[in-house]
């Protein structure tokens, strides 16, 4: 069984500049949550998706916005990128309310 | 709002030895879940072990076992025989069961080295 599938890998941006990420979940799972890594701030939820809405919204601009498809695939879209954007984004998949998030490996966003 | 503490930001410990973790978190709910999540430096999550705040029984997994304090908002984790391979970043979550959000939210980390 697939796991967690996040593309690009790693990207390299230009500051003003717009990125989107993407994160196929596992098989049958609905639900999709989107993290920000970073060494200073750790790890920070950013938005959760199930069936194509928006569940839950952390604390973060609207330059960061998402969505999630009938196919429960997810994207994440970064606007007006500044150079704290640059971050390890995580992208987490759950079968149901009362299972664990299985994690994808990430996407390493560098702006410059 | 919940918060997660991880009051260690780094720990070593030998191979073969038995190391803990410590995790503190805050909360007015009296159902959850909490995690132990894993980060080697490939960087994908992994969870290590998890915990129904309803259950008094501490959960274990193999090498891996928790001291969950209910009352004292505690929630350690013990490696026992440490391994070469159980280096990594250690996270400890924290998940609510009201509000039909599956968010975690996460301690800052500790790190473990396992010297030979």
């Known amino acids: 069984k697939a796991g967690v599938t996040q593309t690009p890998r790693y990207l390299i941006k230009t500051r003003g500049q717009q990125v989107t990420l993407s994160c196929s979940p596992i098989?049958?799972?609905?639900?999709v949550s989107w993290y920000q890594q970073t060494p200073g701030q750790g790890l920070q939820f950013l938005f959760e998706?199930?069936?194509?809405?928006?569940?839950n919204k952390g604390n973060f601009p609207g330059r960061f916005s998402g969505r999630q498809f009938s196919n429960s695939r997810s994207e994440m879209n970064v606007s007006t990128l500044e150079l704290g954007d640059s971050a390890l984004y995580l992208c987490?998949?759950?079968?149901?309310?009362?299972?664990?998030?299985?994690f994808g490996q990430g996407t390493r966003l560098t702006v410059v | 709002a919940q918060t997660v503490t991880q009051s260690q930001p780094e720990m070593s410990v030998q191979e073969a030895e038995t190391v803990t973790l410590s995790c503190t978190y805050d909360?007015?709910?009296?159902?959850?879940?909490l995690f132990w999540y894993k980060q080697p430096p490939s960087r994908q999550m992994i969870l290590v072990i998890r915990?129904?705040?309803?259950?008094?029984q501490n959960a274990t997994e193999n090498r891996f076992s928790v001291n969950f304090q209910k009352a004292a908002k505690s929630f350690s984790l013990k490696i026992s025989d440490s391994q070469l391979g159980d280096a990594a970043m250690y996270f400890c979550?924290?998940?609510?069961?009201?509000?039909?959000?599956?968010?975690?939210?996460f301690g800052k980390g500790t790190k473990l080295t396992v010297n030979p």
């Open positions: 987490a998949s759950t079968r149901s309310r009362d299972a664990e998030a299985f």
């Open positions: 098989s049958g799972h609905r639900s």
């Open positions: 998706y199930f069936s194509e809405t928006q569940r």
């Open positions: 909360t007015s709910e009296s159902d959850y879940y």
């Open positions: 915990q129904e705040a309803y259950k008094q």
């Open positions: 979550a924290y998940r609510s069961t009201q509000g039909g959000s599956e968010k975690l939210v």
